[in-house]
């Protein structure tokens, strides 16, 4: 059997809103780090339309990612905007990479329990809209409101990692301390969405609870449906 061909690496080109050709603002550490978290990654998931899938970043993607917040940052929202560069490169670029996956994830159409995703937004821009309550004090998601066409609301909270799994097993306890103030202030939040992605080992978990589950259970209830709904000792341990 013969392999998957490599996957191109090669970011751009950019544009600015003028139709001119760029360069955008990236180090060279940042675009380095920015290469190694392209790849195809082994999704598992308690979620059947996800479980098994294989999800692949490569320079189209996050060209295209790149591009879209440039226009943003340009445009009418820069608060909403992310530029790799104004952040130390570990951060930025685990951050750029868990907006990408969770939008490669959670497309339009994409299932969830028989329920289509109709839009996504981001947290800070629901709360802009009124859409969610966030809490006053103590730990808050700051990821992806999912809304369905059967009006469900799913409250997505993702963790990407460079290093390996050791972060991803440390932020379990602070994933749901995080949902769990959130559902509190949200009645209407129906559903959690967590993600935790090793960047190293090219692997994503995916984990949907309801609201019930969430709020009955401990970081530690947490880490065993991870390893049981997701996939197993070898993602978190």
């Known amino acids: 059997m013969s392999s998957a061909p490599p996957v191109n690496t090669l970011l751009g080109p950019f544009y600015d809103l003028d139709g001119t050709e760029i360069l955008p603002v990236l180090t060279e550490a940042t675009e380095a780090a920015i290469e190694r978290i392209m790849g ?3 999704i598992h998931a308690n979620v059947p339309s996800l479980d098994g899938r294989m999800l692949v970043i490569d320079n189209q ?9 440039w226009n943003r940052v340009m445009g009418d929202e820069p608060d909403l905007g992310f530029l790799p560069a104004y952040w130390s490169t ?3 670029v685990g951050r750029l990479a868990e907006d990408i996956i969770c939008r490669e994830l959670l497309q339009d159409e994409m299932l969830l329990a028989g329920d289509r995703v109709r839009k996504l937004y981001a947290v800070r821009e ?27 609301w799913y409250l997505v909270e993702s963790k990407a ?9 440390a932020s379990i306890p602070k994933a749901w301390r995080q949902t769990l103030n959130v559902l509190a202030a949200n ?3 129906s ?5 935790w992605a090793s960047l190293r080992e090219n692997f994503v978990v995916v984990l949907a609870l309801d609201r019930e589950q969430v709020q009955d259970t401990s970081p530690e209830g947490l880490r065993r449906l991870v390893e049981i709904g997701g996939c197993g000792n070898r993602c978190v341990r």
Do not use: F, W
Request: charged share 30%; hydrophobic share 35%.
């Open 61 to 69: 993607v996050v060209t295209r990612y790149i591009q879209d917040d």
């Open 40 to 42: 195809r990654y082994r």
């Open 126 to 152: 629901a709360a802009a809209q009124g859409l969610l309550q966030m809490p006053r004090k103590g730990a808050r998601s700051d990821d992806l409101l999912l809304e369905t066409e059967r009006g469900n």
């Open 191 to 195: 559903h959690v969405l967590y993600i």
């Open 161 to 169: 990692s460079l290093t390996g799994r050791r972060y991803l097993r």
């Open 187 to 189: 009645a209407r939040l």
């Open 90 to 92: 570990p951060r930025a």
